[in-house]
């Protein structure tokens, strides 16, 4: 389908789940008159190239970023400064440049200093992924009916106007933040969750040595849940809680103290107490679906390598 072009040209750098999902999405919608990609690996590239997520690959970031309007920065948070460094001598003077980073304070105080002048940075922030990571785990309507966050670091209305438009089209529905306050909500809505969900799959594992399978064989639904948020990319979770550590850790010492007062109930028999933390904990979930927002809820069988 062609649609309204937003940037002549767009580069994506790193051609993973994101990257992959967009250069897909922006072909299909004719949101770029080019799409280029790179990736670090050459098996990446490759498998890129035959899926067909951009309209060309290049083997470097500098290549893949001449020329283009849009620079977007799909790598992992630990390798975006690398990155950026790698690509600044080479952008187009008034380029626009984004990235996809779970993490916005960290991704801001890497990027920008390498900008050149003249460049204009709105750093932002998809909430959609999947457990899936690389070229094959790309689709073209992950974005759809999901949030992206945009922190601008330029003033420039008719860039940030633009990325907006961008992530509109792909499907989402876009605000802007404070990086710092990004930071903080996704302590509570993703980092710590995941976490959490890491450490629980963990104690299974260990579990499972003394009760041999019993564990996976007997899983139920809502541990399902936790080992699919467990099976995410370990590279991308190491460096969001490296990156967002102090607000995690808030989150964490808050979660352990309720934890032990959940603890205590138990170990105290008192079922007043554990009632009414289910009874709020419940409501809060309805009021999310009342207000039709249960759009973050897993897609199974969307995103799996093809
Ligand atoms: N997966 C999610 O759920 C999700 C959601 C929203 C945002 N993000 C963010 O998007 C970014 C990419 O995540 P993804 O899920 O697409 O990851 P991915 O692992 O699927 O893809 C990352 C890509 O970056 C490349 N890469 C890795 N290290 C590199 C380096 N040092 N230099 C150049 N390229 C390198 C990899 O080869 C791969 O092509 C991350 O910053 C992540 O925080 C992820
Ligand atoms: O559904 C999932 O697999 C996700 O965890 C996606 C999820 C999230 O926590 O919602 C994970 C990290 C991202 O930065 C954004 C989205």
Redesign the pocket.
Known sequence: MAGPVIFERIALIGLGLIAGSMGLRIQQDGLAREVVGTSRSAPTREAAEALGLCHRITATAAEAVRDADLVVLCVPIGAMEAVAREIAPHLKPGAVVSDVG?VKRAVIEAVQPHLPEGTHFVPA?P?????HSGPHAGFPELFENRWCLLTPVTTDADAIDRVTRLWQALGSNVEAMDPDHHDRVLAVT?HAP?LIAYTMVGVADDLRRVTDSEVIKYSAAGFRDFTR?AA?DPVMWRDVFLNNREATLEILGRFTEELFALQRAIRTGDGEMLHDYFTRTRAIRRGIIEAGQDT?A?DFGRGKPR
């Open positions: 779970s922030h909430l959609a992924g999947t457990e993703s995941h948020i995410s973050a897993p």
